[in-house]
């Protein structure tokens, strides 16, 4: 049993289960990573980015988006949107389920960890100063960038006959890992729609030791945000002709 569906569910399920997963890490009480800072949750980002594109072509989806945001843009700028519900759905379901493995994983370690708003930022994205304007530009340009930087990897004035096989995957997860390094200490860097609101979803919904708030009022900024970028991205990349 393979396709679409599978392939974007099990690519945005290793996204989530590995990229949460090291925030996980770093911020538990006890666990073997704890305080090893930023650089370790922007590669584990990086290299889930990686293994999660692979994961989704290998279970058959080709194209292998893990982001709404991203098939919002591949939506805009084909004219096909006959797989967007479809794609949006599946990732959504992904993250749940990887944030939910993540939450099983680490589980004797959120009872010794009393930091409420570290429980909350392994499973979903939290500024560093809550300016909800300020927040959602940041998701904006940091998405943008992802989206308009990603698509240029498959432009012909990179490479007339495309790039090789099994490259693309990597060179994404540099990007995201870049992103992560250079602009994600607003935010959080989360650019797509599902990688927040799904594990915001597992938050709110597993019995987490002393959870408090799923802090939903900020759940907007990394769902419109990203989406919006997913419309600008496209529109520049239809504009300069990078496709």
């Not at 099990?10 to 925030?23: F, P, S």
């Amino acid at each position: 049993m393979h396709g679409p569906f599978l392939g974007e569910f099990m690519g945005t399920l290793v996204l989530i289960l590995l990229g949460d997963g090291v925030v996980a890490n770093v911020l538990l009480k006890k666990s073997k990573g704890e305080n090893s800072g930023w650089i370790v949750i922007a590669t584990g980002w990086g290299m889930g980015v990686v293994a999660g594109i692979f994961t989704a072509i290998a279970f058959g989806s080709p194209s292998a988006h893990i982001n709404p945001a991203i098939t919002l843009a591949v939506a805009l700028l084909s004219g096909n949107w006959s797989k967007v519900g479809l794609f949006w759905t599946a990732q959504v379901l992904g993250g749940f389920a990887g944030a939910s493995l993540v939450w099983m994983t680490y589980l004797p370690h959120w009872k010794v960890t009393p930091d409420t708003g570290a429980k909350l930022s392994i499973f979903c994205t939290t500024p560093a100063i809550r300016n909800l304007p300020a927040n959602f530009l940041t998701e904006t340009i940091a998405t943008t960038c992802l989206i308009v930087v990603g698509f240029s990897f498959g432009s012909k004035a990179v490479s007339s006959t495309g790039l090789p096989a099994g490259f693309g995957p990597w060179l994404w997860g540099v990007l995201v890992w870049s992103l992560g390094l250079s602009l994600g200490g607003p935010t959080g860097y989360a650019m797509n729609p599902a990688r927040d609101f799904g594990p915001r979803m597992a938050h709110a919904i597993l019995p987490i030791s002393d959870k408090g708030t799923s802090d939903w009022g900020y759940a907007f900024v990394p769902i419109i945000g990203p989406l919006i970028a997913g419309g600008i991205g496209a529109a520049i990349i239809k504009l300069v002709g990078i496709q």
